[in-house]
């Protein structure tokens, strides 16, 4: 079994920065991808940032520049740095992963979710 475990999140100002940590656990053999996704009541669910097992980054327009990704291949671990961050970024913030398992299966697995609230 695969789990996600998100940290980071909470309430900072506008202007300030946040980091939230995830780490794939469990059954893993091997990431492929890992990322962030942040979901507002009544709202889809949409991408932050990812990034792949070969560092190649992407970021939604209204995160470029100021957020940034990285990961830890050892550690099954990926890190979003959230700078300069403003009220509309106030969402939950769901850690995802593409990663194959011990048994040889791809699949895609979400994490619970951390809430970050930006106050203006």
């Known amino acids: 079994q695969v789990q996600l475990a998100e940290s980071g999140g909470g309430l900072v100002q506008a202007g300030g920065s946040l980091r939230l940590s995830c780490q794939a656990s469990?059954?893993?053999?091997?990431?492929?991808?890992m990322g962030w996704y942040r979901q507002v009541p009544g709202k889809q669910r949409e991408l932050v940032a990812l990034?792949?097992?070969?560092?190649?980054?992407r970021f939604a327009d209204s995160v470029q520049g100021r957020f940034t990704i990285s990961m830890d291949n050892d550690k099954s671990t990926v890190y979003l740095q959230m700078n300069s961050l403003k009220p509309e970024d106030t969402a939950v913030y769901y850690c995802?992963?593409?990663?194959?398992?011990?048994?040889?299966?791809?699949?895609?697995?979400w994490g619970q979710g951390t809430q970050v609230t930006v106050s203006s």
């Open positions: 469990g059954s893993v053999a091997e990431v492929l991808i």
């Open positions: 995802n992963s593409d990663l194959i398992d011990q048994f040889g299966s791809e699949g895609n697995y």
């Open positions: 990034i792949h097992v070969d560092k190649h980054t």
